[in-house]
């Protein structure tokens, strides 16, 4: 059977679909998965296998059988802890059948085949009986059906089905329950991700404020929970007003519901401020008494030394619907509304003299719809993107630049999804301002912008794509001042934002033959460096608490190689520490003054290592030239001290490619220098690269 997969097109900024075999979309799902790290998280398993070793023991003392049910099982290793335990027999459900298939091997090498038997289909889909996938139901539920938000993956159906029809009342359960934590927050930088701030513009007319639309003010967001690396968020960009309380817990030994609800707390700030912000994270009990725990809970509520580094949970930004100014002390009501698959919250304060009634009504109001974007600014811009946009020291660059190049008789076109710039343009001067829209989301932005700044008959909006443009959409004007951030919502990697290029290219009959483009030019930058942790995602397990997985080990460098060997994939690097081992390097230069050139742009050469360390890979990111002496960088900000200790760009994911010597974790002696061998293809807008450690 043939797949049909979407990849963005840096060549026409748009998603594309591309028929492949049976086989790409099993090999992108394992390349890209978060198994390594689940197999690498050292907390993770330890507890799992303390708790499934309790559990089996204390079905052994009641005289029973114990008999294991293990949902979602991957690798096979929880099955393989349970046998190992005592367990009399395993049923190990897998539904992604590559890894089905892989559980097989590695139970069949680890001598496990007798008791563990594994079921590829869905759990909602397996039959208990003489003739069943399983001979009777089990006494003991071991999963791991979690996500940084817990119930996202879809957890809560299928304990339902679990306890409905796979396992005996009563039953064992590893965890046997999981608890929700959250802290009311106050913080300018999370508040950003959701919010656009006023923009302020010096012009040469007086300071001109340009306000978001009333609709967008607000919007309640979508319903998305945004997981991040909270223990890389320094604590001076956020205001704790709570303390950390306990806002919902499951128990999984006992039957769970699946259907909506909501869970309510009392707070009181501790300090007054603005709730913006709703941090939340969880900890599961691997036993009855809560004596085996794994948290995700942050830095500033766990000891540092205590730590587990993982990427597959995380912790959960919230933001309430709208920013509520709080007192120290005032009485508060914080609602956690929840479906199959997700939570948002909502804050209300309590009334006066509020009696039992009160109470009802209050919990009557409690009962929020999951947020739905009314202002489409959100279906737009992503959360980073938000942040970008409220970025005044990078709204700055571009003020000052565009100040450098518009003059009083400036017609100028600007080309980016849904950015500011032509506002700016027309604050700064320009006698006219087109701009260009690749879609009809950002072209309803565009116009609720232009709308609440009273700039309807100032700027032009065309929804049309760079080729498809006419002289008509200009009123027959040519451009002096073409201008782009650049920004496309398709881009995922640094360099498909160069679709600017193409688009450049495309509107060249337009332009007038002194024509000023902003930015004139961007470059493609690269720094080797040593990962703090984010090595792990990629890095071979080898044994697993005494377990062999090299099968799973030898699955996913398979997959690699089926596509991805010679590809870097986007990170967001302010979240994934590292330090810098080389110096960073410009590779590649991109003209915009000129067209697109048909034959490729190839470069080689190497990079130096000045400080010892592991060269898990390269960070590449693109800068661009606003001006001669006005750049902005989507990567590397700076390197803050002598250990090479790397500040990047918030609002932007870097390219990270991994070297080989990190997936299949060679011993290799310290290398001096890394070549590298980069092109980029102008037919396809794609860069491919190739790296090697000497």
């Known amino acids: 059977m043939k ?36 197999l690498h998280d050292k907390d993770r398993n330890v507890k799992y296998y303390q708790g499934i070793r309790a559990a089996v023991n204390r079905v052994k003392e009641r005289g029973e059988k114990a008999i294991v049910l293990d949902i979602g099982t991957g690798t096979g290793l929880l099955s393989m802890m349970a046998a190992s335990a005592g367990a009399d027999f395993c049923y190990a459900i897998e ?48 999963t ?30 590893v965890p046997h329950r999981a608890t929700v934590y959250v802290q009311l927050v106050e913080s300018r930088r999370m508040w950003s991700w959701k919010k656009l701030f006023p923009v302020h513009v010096e012009a040469e007319d007086g300071e001109k404020i340009l306000v978001p639309p009333s609709e967008m003010e607000n919007c309640p967001g979508v319903p998305s929970v945004c997981d991040i690396q909270l223990n890389q968020m320094p604590s001076s960009d956020f205001s704790a007003l709570s303390d950390v309380v306990t806002m919902f817990s499951v128990d999984f030994s006992k039957p769970v519901q699946s259907a909506s609800t909501y869970y309510r707390v009392q707070l009181e700030p501790v300090k007054s401020g603005n709730a913006q912000i709703v941090l939340s994270w969880w900890d599961i009990d691997m036993d009855p008494l809560g004596m085996i725990n794994c948290t995700m809970a942050p830095y500033w509520v766990k000891p540092t030394s205590a730590l587990q580094w993982r990427d597959h949970w995380m912790q959960c930004v919230y933001f309430l619907p ?45 009962r929020v719809e999951s947020p739905v974007c009314r202002c489409r600014a959100h279906l737009l811009w992503t959360r980073p993107r938000f942040g970008e946009l409220n970025d005044q020291n990078r709204t700055r660059q571009y003020i000052k630049a565009l100040g450098k190049v518009l003059k009083t008789d400036s017609v100028c076109l600007c080309i980016s999804d849904g950015s500011l710039l032509p506002v700016l343009a027309h604050y ?5 301002v087109f701009t260009l829209e690749n879609s009809g989301v950002s072209c309803s932005v565009m116009e609720k912008f232009l709308k609440a700044n009273h700039l309807e008959d100032k700027i032009k909006i065309i929804e049309a794509r760079p080729e498809l443009l006419k002289p008509s959409h200009l009123e027959d004007k040519k451009i002096s001042v073409l201008v782009g ?17 193409y688009a450049r290219t495309a509107v060249s009959s337009h332009l007038a033959s002194s024509v000023t483009v902003l930015p004139q030019s961007a470059s493609l930058h690269v720094m080797i460096v040593e990962f703090q942790d984010l090595w792990r995602i990629r890095s071979p397990c080898g044994t697993c608490e005494g377990f062999d997985v090299q099968i799973m080990d030898d699955m996913i460098k398979d997959s690699l190689n089926f596509r991805e060997s010679k590809e870097a ?42 400080r010892k360390g592991k060269s898990h890979g390269a960070v590449l990111w693109m800068e661009y030239h606003l001006t001669a002496d006005i750049s902005v960088s989507t990567g590397l900000m700076q390197i803050s001290n002598e250990k090479g200790n790397c500040e990047w760009n918030p609002h932007c994911k870097q390219a990270v490619y991994f070297f080989s010597s990190v997936i299949e974790s060679e011993i290799l002696s310290d290398p001096t220098a890394v070549t590298y061998a980069i092109n980029f293809d102008t037919k396809t807008g794609e860069i491919a690269m190739d790296f090697k450690l000497l």
Request: glycine share 6%; hydrophobic share 35%; proline share 5%.
């Open 144 to 173: 791991e059906l979690f996500d940084t938000e817990l119930i996202g993956e879809g957890a809560l159906p299928s304990y339902e089905h679990a306890h409905k029809y796979l396992v005996q009342e009563g039953c064992e359960a």
């Open 485 to 501: 951030e650049p920004f496309f919502t398709t881009s995922l990697l640094p360099w498909h934002n160069l679709y600017f290029w």
């Open 3 to 38: 797949t049909f997969c979407g990849r963005a097109n840096p060549t026409t900024g748009s998603m594309e679909w591309f028929e492949e075999g049976e086989d790409y979309d099993y090999h992108q799902e394992i390349a890209r998965s978060r198994y390594a790290d689940m």
């Open 428 to 432: 700064l001067g320009a006698k006219q």
């Open 569 to 610: 994939e986007p990170h967001p690097l302010w979240e994934y520490p590292c330090k810098s081992l080389s110096e960073p390097q410009e590779v590649l230069t991109f003209d915009f003054t000129k067209t697109v050139p048909q034959h490729c742009l190839s470069t080689e050469g190497s990079l130096k290592l000045l």
């Open 95 to 142: 539904v992604f059948k590559p890894m089905a298939n892989v559980a097989v091997k590695i139970v069949e090498k680890n001598g496990f085949s007798d008791k563990i038997k594994i079921i590829n289909k869905h759990s909602t889909e397996v039959t208990v009986g003489p003739d069943g996938d399983m001979q009777c139901r089990a006494n003991i539920l071991v």
């Open 322 to 366: 709208r920013e509520e100014p709080v007192l120290q002390g005032e009485k508060l009501y914080l609602t956690a509304c929840r479906d199959e698959y997700s939570v948002w919250y909502n804050l209300q304060k309590a009334r006066e003299g509020e009696n039992k009634a009160g109470e009802e009504e209050h919990k009557a109001d409690a």
